[in-house]
T-cell receptor
Framework: DAKTTQPTSMDCAEGRAANLPCNHS???????VYWYRQIHSQGPQYIIH???NNETNEMASLIITEDRKSSTLILPHATLRDTAVYYC?????????????FGKGTHLIIQP | DTAVSQTPKYLVTQMGNDKSIKCEQN?????MYWYKQDSKKFLKIMFS???????INETVPNRFSPKSPDKAHLNLHINSLELGDSAVYFC????????????FGPGTRLTVL
C-alpha cells in the first residue's frame, strides 16, 4: 500500500469547514483513498473513500486531485464532536482480508 | 444494537497470567480482525480471519492465539502476559468483498502489572 503524509495536528473553529490534507504521491492506479477517524477512547470509524472522482456522503466530502497525488477531506460544518484523529489510508479496494495500515494521522481539534 | 462488541472493556491482570478478550459482530460479516493500539497510539493489524480461517498473522508472538468458533465471533487468547502486552485491543469486521469499510468495536484496554 502507498504511503501517506498528513499534518500532525490542525485546529478549526466550530461551525467552519475543516479541510484535512493528505499527500500520497506514490499511489498506484488501482489504489483508493480512504479516510477513517478515531474519537478519543473509541474504535476507528469509517468516513469516506474514493478513487478518482470527488465523493460526498452524510459525513464529509473527499476531493482528490487530478493526478491523484493528494486529497482533502472536508467536514463542511465542524462540531466539537468532530475532534478526533483522522487517518488517510491508501489501498487496493476489495478482495482479500488485508488489515488497514494506519499512519500517525492528523489530530483535528475543533475550537468552540 | 451494537454492531461490533467486545468484552471486557477493561482488563487488569498480573504478568504471567492467561486472559481472553471476546468479540462479536451482528453485521453478518465474514471477515474479522484484531488490531493493537500501543501507548504511542499506533494502530496495527494483528490477525484477520475469513470464514473462521486465519488469513493474516502479522508477526505476532505465538502467545497470542485467535479463536473463531463461528463467523460472528473472534476471540483473542493471550498466554503468559507480559508488560509489553499492555495496550488497547480493537476487534473489527467487514465483508470479504468490501474489506475497505471495516467496523470497529469499542476496544479493550489491557493493563499488565
Amino acid at each position: 500500500d502507498a504511503k501517506t503524509t498528513q499534518p500532525t495536528s490542525m485546529d478549526c473553529a466550530e461551525g467552519r469547514a475543516a479541510n484535512l490534507p493528505c499527500n500520497h504521491s506514490t499511489i498506484s492506479g488501482n489504489e483508493y483513498v480512504y479516510w477513517y477517524r478515531q474519537i478519543h477512547s473509541q474504535g476507528p470509524q469509517y468516513i469516506i473513500h474514493g478513487l478518482k472522482n470527488n465523493e460526498t456522503n452524510e459525513m464529509a466530502s473527499l476531493i482528490i486531485t487530478e493526478d491523484r497525488k493528494s486529497s482533502t477531506l472536508i467536514l463542511p460544518h465542524a462540531t466539537l464532536r468532530d475532534t478526533a484523529v483522522y487517518y488517510c489510508i491508501v489501498r487496493v479496494s476489495g478482495g482479500g482480508a488485508d488489515g488497514l495500515t494506519f499512519g500517525k494521522g492528523t489530530h483535528l481539534i475543533i475550537q468552540p | 444494537d451494537t454492531a461490533v462488541s467486545q468484552t471486557p472493556k477493561y482488563l487488569v491482570t498480573q504478568m504471567g497470567n492467561d486472559k481472553s478478550i471476546k468479540c462479536e459482530q451482528n453485521l453478518g460479516h465474514d471477515t474479522m480482525y484484531w488490531y493493537k493500539q500501543d501507548s504511542k497510539k499506533f494502530l496495527k493489524i494483528m490477525f484477520s480471519y475469513n470464514n473462521k480461517e486465519l488469513i493474516i498473522n502479522e508477526t505476532v508472538p505465538n502467545r497470542f492465539s485467535p479463536k473463531s468458533p463461528d463467523k460472528a465471533h473472534l476471540n483473542l487468547h493471550i498466554n503468559s502476559l507480559e508488560l509489553g502486552d499492555s495496550a488497547v485491543y480493537f476487534c473489527a469486521s467487514s465483508r470479504i468483498k468490501s474489506t475497505d469499510t471495516q467496523y470497529f468495536g469499542p476496544g479493550t484496554r489491557l493493563t499488565v502489572l
